[in-house]
T-cell receptor, first 113, second 115 residues
Framework: DTAVSQTPKYLVTQMGNDKSIKCEQNLGHDTMYWYKQDSKKFLKIMFSYNNKELIINETVPNRFSPKSPDKAHLNLHINSLELGDSAVYFC????????????FGSGTRLTVV | AQKVTQAQTEISVVEKEDVTLDCVYETRDTTYYLFWYKQPPSGELVFLIRRNSFDEQNEISGRYSWNFQKSTSSFNFTITASQVVDSAVYFCALRRIQGAQKLVFGQGTRLTINP
């Protein structure tokens, strides 16, 4: 009964490959997010979707493309992976108008070699 | 623009000592939320507390306490009688009440509790 689940947990891939990370939440939330945590532990938002609509798109290379088929799912596709994309990617969800913190997934550690 | 600063990059103390983690924030909003998250070595992000900007009461939860001072834009976190299991990276974060509900995180403070 995991609240926010991400797959895979670990991903090792070569430069230039294309990969996807998937996220699903069963909390009934309507807003989902992708955050990136770099090697210095700094957490920064990348994207947010509300009811399948993109509402936040920070300065992220266009090699990163999020997709939300429904409000319970948010996927992240990355084209032409670069060494600098190595990081931990966290998915999170929340319910609009409800003053909770986010519920975070356990993270996907992406290593580009 | 919103900004959160955790000036202490790393703190190391001996078990049973008290330790305070500082958090200073910047925002033009008059109402907002402040949060603390814990990231243990296992890597997940654990929610600790949420505080509304209009509620300046300090909060205590067991060995944890939080001191919110709107006048100085600070939201400090104190662990009393620290334990080895408190070793983690701690993040302070800010979120607007209106508009895009993204969390803006500080840089994190790595806390090491030595036995």
């Amino acid at each position: 009964d995991t609240a926010v689940s991400q797959t895979p947990k670990y991903l090792v891939t070569q430069m230039g490959n294309d990969k996807s990370i998937k996220c699903e939440q069963n909390l009934g939330h309507d807003t989902m997010y992708w955050y990136k945590q770099d090697s210095k532990k700094f957490l920064k938002i990348m994207f947010s979707y509300n009811n399948k609509e993109l509402i936040i798109n920070e300065t992220v290379p266009n090699r990163f493309s999020p997709k939300s088929p429904d409000k319970a799912h948010l996927n992240l596709h990355i084209n032409s992976l670069e060494l600098g994309d190595s990081a931990v990617y966290f998915c999170a969800s929340t319910l609009t108008g409800v003053p909770y913190g986010y519920t975070f997934g356990s993270g996907t550690r992406l290593t580009v070699v | 623009a919103q900004k959160v600063t955790q000036a202490q990059t790393e703190i190391s103390v001996v078990e049973k000592e008290d330790v305070t983690l500082d958090c200073v924030y910047e925002t033009r909003d008059t109402t907002y939320y402040l949060f603390w998250y814990k990231q243990p070595p296992s890597g997940e992000l654990v929610f600790l507390i949420r505080r509304n900007s209009f509620d300046e009461q300090n909060e205590i939860s067991g060995r944890y306490s939080w001191n919110f001072q709107k006048s100085t834009s600070s939201f400090n976190f104190t662990i009393t009688a620290s334990q080895v299991v408190d070793s983690a990276v701690y993040f302070c974060a800010l979120r607007r009440i209106q508009g895009a509900q993204k969390l803006v995180f500080g840089q994190g403070t790595r806390l090491t509790i030595n036995p």
